[in-house]
């Protein structure tokens, strides 16, 4: 079973950018969907953006133009690239793996972002 590490999380001001990793162990990490959730203190996870294996892209309307998803499949990794940060940014994020972008069942420690005003 796939094993995820995500990195690359911190404190950065209002219209900032921020780029997550995920390091995935396994030798089929190409054969996965891979996905990031958010969970901010008192809400549910959410779905923030995801990737599959063949390359497509979904992103949550709330973060469509800013962040970008994508993956490397000869590092295992996968990225979000967030840009233009908001303060409702701020959450835990999670590095999640499937077999579709529907149907995660892995999931990493989370990264916490903060984004201050």
């Known amino acids: 079973q796939v094993q995820l590490v995500e990195s690359g999380g911190g404190l950065v001001q209002a219209g900032g950018s921020l780029r997550l990793s995920c390091a995935a162990s396994?030798?089929?990490?190409?054969?996965?969907?891979m996905g990031w959730y958010r969970q901010a203190p008192g809400k549910e996870r959410e779905l923030v953006a995801a990737i599959s294996s063949g390359g497509s892209t979904y992103y949550a309307d709330s973060v469509k133009g800013r962040f970008t998803v994508s993956r490397d499949n000869a590092k295992n990794t996968v990225y979000l690239q967030m840009n233009s940060l908001k303060p409702e940014d701020t959450a835990v994020y999670y590095c999640?793996?499937?077999?579709?972008?529907?149907?995660?069942?892995?999931w990493g420690q989370g990264t916490q972002v903060t984004v201050s005003s």
């Open positions: 999640a793996a499937g077999a579709s972008i529907w149907s995660f069942t892995t």
């Open positions: 396994g030798r089929t990490f190409s054969s996965y969907a």
